[in-house]
């Protein structure tokens, strides 16, 4: 696997990197985890979806990423079902305002649940989304020149394939890369 290439010499040439459910397993040095930081505040996109080992000892935020990623893990893993809500601030924010079902006449999304949020204590950016226990689910941010969103649950998947109605899975997964990629619609 090119891990030099990619991390160290073509690092600038990429849009966005997305570190998905992502664990620290010896394959990338802690210099190339530097290198993304350094990335994200030269102008750089990093979507990070958080699953379980978020929460661990190989959490992607115990390397120097920590210092670009919006949202510090507590350590505490939320696995009781809970509908995705958006804050004052998303309803909104160009991201997540007008989502399909977000917020019908006034009332609450009709958004099927989720059962698995990562908890966290927000260390900058905006919460657009909310779930269990009005946690921060979706955390957006600008890092120097760059921007990062960290989206705090493995189970968007569930809205893909329907669970009690589903919800938005493309549309905010589109309208969070091209945010990160700073489309103009988007600004």
Do not use: C
Not at 52 to 81: C, D, K, M, N
Not at 167 to 172: S, T
């Amino acid at each position: 696997f090119p891990i030099r290439e990619l991390f160290e010499i073509k690092l600038s040439d990429f849009n966005l990197v997305i570190f998905d459910q992502y664990r620290r397993r010896g394959v990338l040095p802690t210099a190339y985890y530097e290198n993304v930081a350094n990335y994200v505040r030269k102008g750089g996109a990093v979507f990070e979806a958080a699953g379980p080992a978020f929460s661990g000892p190989l959490s992607i935020y115990r390397t120097p990423l920590a210092e670009v990623l919006p949202g510090r893990p507590t350590g505490a893993i939320r696995t009781t079902g809970f509908r995705p809500n958006l804050t004052d601030l998303g309803k909104r924010h160009p991201v997540t305002a007008d989502l399909p079902g977000a917020d019908p006449e006034g009332g609450n999304p009709t958004w099927g649940r989720w059962f698995r949020q990562v908890e966290v204590v927000p260390s900058g950016g905006n919460t657009l989304m909310s779930g269990a226990g009005e946690q921060p689910l979706l955390i957006l941010d600008r890092v120097g020149q760059g921007r990062v969103a960290q989206f705090l649950s493995d189970h968007l998947w569930l809205w893909a394939r329907g669970f009690e109605g589903g919800g938005p899975h493309q549309e905010v997964l589109r309208r969070v890369a091209h945010w990160l990629m700073k489309e103009p619609e988007l600004e």
